[in-house]
């Protein structure tokens, strides 16, 4: 069925949530993920042989179990304008919220005091809809029967809707203003029934949250998630779990002092990733994105900001245990455990820039969709968050892989080809390599830290319901608590589901990023190429330019020789003109042969005449030396000739120096 037509001037919101039966997987068979047994961060994912027949009986019979009943109902409450006038105008909000809230800070004289009545909250919150029309929520209440029942009205996007092939989003809800959410939210279990309570709010304005503030505080440490959810400081911008909290410091002191262990039973998580948005939507003011006009942009630009929610509950009740924990250096700190099948409220803010959110259609509200406590609703809206996680993160994939990847044009278009392979002046392709895979590193690291806050936070322990300090189950080794367990397993099989999807996500970044890697390495070595052909052509210019300045060398010589003031010549002396002629000509002839391929075969073989002629004087020199020298062996009455000393003596010089002194020895010796 189709969604009807929003109303004019406001946008149509997308879904990315459809029936399970539509939903698209990226894998053909499940494979559970589970976490090391050693404590490690290692992923395995075994595959899991329990009996579906069995879980559904289990679904239907959970409920029904006395030790899994909820405890106790939501306590009533409700909020007037003048309470809200009275938060808005005195409440000293954190540094994040107060630049948040700064228009509303400045119209602070306009908020009328207690006994001032004339001044509705529709009337002073008719500001943000000039500035904000993309807001929307949805508000559940759940009853004993753990049927969800839907106390927001917010448009014509109760039909449920599902994805598309091509992994683009479909249109859902309309927007609503801040009165209309007020209205929703300021009274609690009017009916005195209800014993746990949804509370989503999509693209939230300033005066929203400022609303969520004062109803929430006494739930959660408003203060605390606000800041997570504005700020990148607490949680580096990136998505974390605040899950074990029973042992948590005092809260933030905006909050009463009145509402004791706030923290210890509030649990939460915070994410913190990026999606693309498309004109002309526009991030929220704290998101991080390329705040450039459209026109100073290049053509290939992908719109990337930064998108992030907070998922919190809060368990009702009085805490049920107090246990110690003891360290080493420290005094024991005392802990809170909360029950966890007492009343509860459950709080999402979500604050997605490319206005596509998960629309519930009425099967949330139908039989076969119970939640059983708040922990179970918890993890069902955990889910979807991992799920539209994973959809954004397809979609941003795609889009950088279309933006690296060569049209199928370049293999029939040599200019393109040459476009391609070759950088131009604008260093355009180096420029978009290099933003995509950076860009698709910090993607993974956020997708890693998904990963991590449930493999980390949701351990084998925590599903089988003995989890020390998480949601544990007081009796689970009872039949109690083994339909308990059995209802967290289906839970279990559809989240590691959805982690193991987005963990197919982080593979086909890491693989984008080596063809990235691939490209980058042609288009250098095609730029290398092209920049020695260029060296080259440079490198003959010069030569040429060479070559005509030897043309004015031999003249300027000749010239600097005539133009002494020494030299008297007239203009008809036949001497400077031979002279110039008889210089220039040979030096042009001597310049223009060494130039040609004929003197480098003459200087080779010149070069070979020459070592033949250096080894022959070598040849001859160890020739001379080898007949000069005599063998020890031969006696000096031999050597010597039977002459006059005047002959010996004219013969001796032909001897070596070290050869006569020898002699003159053996003679004295005689």
Same mark, same amino acid.
């Given at each position: 069925?189709?969604?009807?037509?929003?109303?004019?001037?406001?946008?149509?919101? $997308?879904?990315?949530?459809?029936?399970?039966?539509?939903?698209?997987?990226?894998?053909?068979?499940?494979?559970?993920?589970?976490?090391?047994?050693?404590?490690?961060?290692?992923?395995?994912?075994?595959?899991?042989?329990?009996?579906?027949?069995?879980?559904?009986?289990?679904?239907?019979?959970?409920?029904?179990?006395?030790?899994?009943?909820?405890?106790?109902?939501?306590?009533?409450?409700?909020?007037?304008?003048?309470?809200?006038?009275?938060?808005?105008?005195?409440?000293?909000?954190?540094?994040?919220?107060?630049?948040?809230?700064?228009?509303?800070?400045?119209?602070?004289?306009?908020?009328?005091?207690?006994?001032?009545?004339?001044?509705?909250?529709?009337?002073?919150? $008719?500001?943000?809809?000039?500035?904000?029309?993309?807001?929307?929520?949805?508000?559940?209440?759940?009853?004993?029967?753990?049927?969800?029942?839907?106390?927001?009205?917010?448009?014509?996007?109760?039909?449920?809707?599902?994805?598309?092939?091509?992994?683009?989003?479909?249109?859902?809800?309309?927007?609503?203003?801040?009165?209309?959410?007020? *209205?929703?939210?300021?009274?609690?279990?009017?009916?005195?029934?209800?014993?746990?309570?949804?509370?989503?709010?999509?693209?939230?304005?300033?005066?929203?949250?400022?609303?969520?503030?004062?109803?929430?505080?006494?739930?959660?440490?408003?203060?605390?998630?606000?800041?997570?959810?504005?700020?990148?400081?607490?949680?580096?911008?990136?998505?974390?779990?605040?899950?074990?909290?029973?042992?948590?410091?005092?809260?933030?002191?905006?909050?009463?002092?009145?509402?004791?262990?706030?923290?210890?039973?509030?649990?939460?998580?915070?994410?913190?990733?990026?999606?693309?948005?498309?004109?002309?939507?526009?991030?929220?003011?704290?998101?991080?994105?390329?705040?450039?006009?459209?026109?100073?942009?290049?053509?290939?630009? %992908?719109?990337?900001?930064?998108?992030?929610?907070?998922?919190?509950?809060?368990?009702?009740? *009085?805490?049920?245990?107090?246990?110690?924990?003891?360290?080493?250096?420290?005094?024991?700190?005392?802990?809170? #455990?909360?029950?966890?099948?007492?009343?509860?409220?459950?709080?999402?803010?979500?604050?997605?820039?490319?206005?596509?959110?998960?629309?519930?259609?009425?099967?949330?509200?139908?039989?076969?969709?119970?939640?059983?406590?708040?922990?179970?609703?918890?993890?069902?809206?955990?889910?979807?968050?991992?799920?539209? $996680?994973?959809?954004?993160?397809?979609?941003?994939?795609?889009?950088?892989?279309?933006?690296?990847?060569?049209?199928?044009?370049?293999?029939?278009?040599?200019?393109?080809?040459?476009?391609?392979?070759?950088?131009?002046?604008?260093?355009?392709? %180096?420029?978009?390599?290099?933003?995509?895979?950076?860009?698709?590193?910090?993607?993974?690291?956020?997708?890693?830290?998904?990963?991590?806050?449930?493999?980390?936070?949701?351990?084998?322990?925590?599903?089988?319901?003995?989890?020390?300090?998480?949601?544990?189950?007081?009796?689970?080794?009872?039949?109690?608590?083994?339909?308990?367990?059995?209802?967290?397993?289906?839970?279990?099989?559809?989240?590691?589901?959805?982690?193991?999807?987005?963990?197919?996500?982080?593979?086909?970044?890491?693989?984008?990023?080596?063809?990235?890697?691939?490209?980058?390495?042609? #288009?250098?070595?095609?730029?290398?190429?092209?920049?020695?052909?260029?060296?080259?052509?440079?490198?003959?210019? %010069?030569?040429?330019?060479?070559?005509?300045?030897?043309?004015? #060398?031999?003249?300027?010589?000749?010239?600097?020789?005539?133009?002494?003031?020494?030299?008297?010549?007239?203009?008809?002396?036949?001497?400077? $003109?031979?002279?110039?002629?008889?210089?220039?000509?040979?030096?042009?002839?001597?310049?223009?042969?060494?130039?040609?391929?004929?003197?480098?075969?003459?200087?080779?073989? #010149?070069?070979?005449?020459?070592?033949?002629?250096?080894?022959?004087?070598?040849?001859?020199?160890?020739?001379?030396?080898?007949?000069?020298? %005599?063998?020890?062996?031969?006696?000096?009455?031999?050597?010597?000739?039977?002459?006059?000393?005047?002959?010996?003596?004219?013969?001796?010089?032909?001897?070596?120096?070290?050869?006569? *002194?020898?002699? *003159?020895?053996?003679?004295?010796?005689?």
């Amino acid at each position: 069925m189709e969604n009807p037509p929003s109303p004019s001037g406001q946008r149509p919101r $997308a879904s990315t949530l459809g029936s399970v039966e539509e939903r698209i997987s990226l894998f053909s068979e499940f494979l559970p993920l589970t976490g090391s047994s050693s404590g490690s961060r290692q992923i395995e994912f075994p595959h899991d042989d329990r009996d579906d027949h069995s879980v559904d009986n289990a679904t239907n019979a959970v409920e029904n179990y006395p030790h899994n009943e909820i405890q106790g109902y939501l306590a009533q409450e409700s909020w007037s304008d003048e309470q809200l006038f009275q938060h808005l105008r005195d409440t000293d909000f954190s540094p994040e919220m107060t630049v948040l809230l700064e228009e509303m800070i400045k119209r602070r004289p306009e908020i009328p005091d207690e006994n001032d009545r004339s001044v509705a909250f529709r009337d002073f919150a $008719a500001y943000e809809k000039e500035q904000y029309s993309q807001s929307t929520f949805e508000v559940y209440e759940v009853g004993h029967n753990c049927i969800p029942f839907k106390l927001s009205a917010d448009g014509t996007g109760d039909e449920p809707s599902s994805d598309t092939s091509d992994g683009q989003l479909e249109d859902s809800a309309d927007s609503v203003d801040t009165h209309t959410v007020w *209205e929703t939210i300021r009274s609690v279990n009017t009916s005195n029934n209800s014993v746990g309570r949804i509370t989503i709010v999509q693209e939230p304005t300033p005066l929203i949250l400022a609303t969520l503030h004062l109803t929430m505080s006494q739930h959660f440490d408003m203060t605390e998630l606000l800041i997570h959810l504005l700020s990148d400081e607490p949680n580096r911008g990136r998505t974390r779990a605040f899950m074990n909290r029973a042992y948590e410091r005092s809260p933030s002191q905006v909050i009463p002092p009145s509402l004791p262990n706030v923290r210890q039973k509030s649990f939460f998580f915070v994410f913190k990733y990026y999606t693309v948005v498309n004109p002309p939507l526009e991030p929220a003011s704290w998101q991080r994105f390329d705040k450039r006009p459209s026109e100073s942009r290049l053509g290939d630009h %992908i719109d990337i900001a930064e998108c992030g929610s907070v998922l919190a509950l809060s368990l009702g009740g *009085e805490p049920r245990e107090s246990p110690l924990w003891r360290l080493r250096r420290e005094r024991p700190r005392e802990g809170f #455990l909360f029950n966890t099948f007492g009343p509860w409220q459950l709080l999402a803010i979500q604050s997605f820039p490319d206005n596509s959110h998960t629309v519930r259609g009425e099967e949330f509200t139908k039989d076969n969709n119970k939640y059983v406590n708040g922990p179970h609703a918890f993890l069902d809206l955990l889910i979807s968050e991992y799920r539209d $996680a994973t959809k954004r993160n397809l979609i941003l994939h795609e889009r950088i892989t279309k933006l690296i990847t060569p049209p199928p044009e370049f293999m029939f278009d040599p200019k393109l080809r040459d476009k391609l392979l070759f950088e131009d002046r604008h260093f355009t392709f %180096i420029r978009r390599y290099f933003w995509s895979y950076n860009t698709l590193a910090v993607v993974n690291t956020g997708i890693k830290s998904m990963i991590a806050a449930y493999v980390d936070t949701f351990t084998d322990s925590f599903w089988a319901g003995n989890h020390p300090i998480l949601w544990p189950h007081r009796y689970p080794d009872t039949p109690d608590g083994v339909a308990y367990r059995e209802r967290m397993a289906s839970v279990r099989a559809e989240l590691d589901k959805v982690v193991q999807e987005l963990t197919e996500v982080l593979k086909r970044n890491e693989r984008t990023r080596k063809e990235i890697e691939n490209l980058r390495d042609q #288009l250098f070595s095609g730029s290398s190429i092209k920049e020695s052909r260029r060296a080259i052509e440079q490198g003959d210019n %010069i030569r040429i330019l060479t070559m005509i300045s030897m043309i004015f #060398l031999p003249l300027t010589f000749v010239t600097s020789v005539f133009g002494m003031t020494v030299f008297t010549i007239p203009a008809t002396d036949w001497r400077f $003109a031979l002279t110039m002629i008889l210089v220039c000509v040979p030096f042009m002839l001597l310049i223009t042969f060494l130039q040609t391929r004929s003197f480098g075969v003459l200087l080779r073989k #010149l070069g070979a005449i020459g070592s033949v002629v250096a080894r022959l004087f070598k040849c001859l020199r160890r020739r001379a030396r080898d007949s000069a020298d %005599i063998s020890d062996s031969r006696s000096v009455a031999a050597v010597a000739p039977r002459t006059n000393s005047f002959t010996w003596s004219l013969r001796m010089p032909t001897w070596p120096r070290e050869r006569v *002194e020898d002699l *003159e020895k053996g003679g004295l010796g005689e």
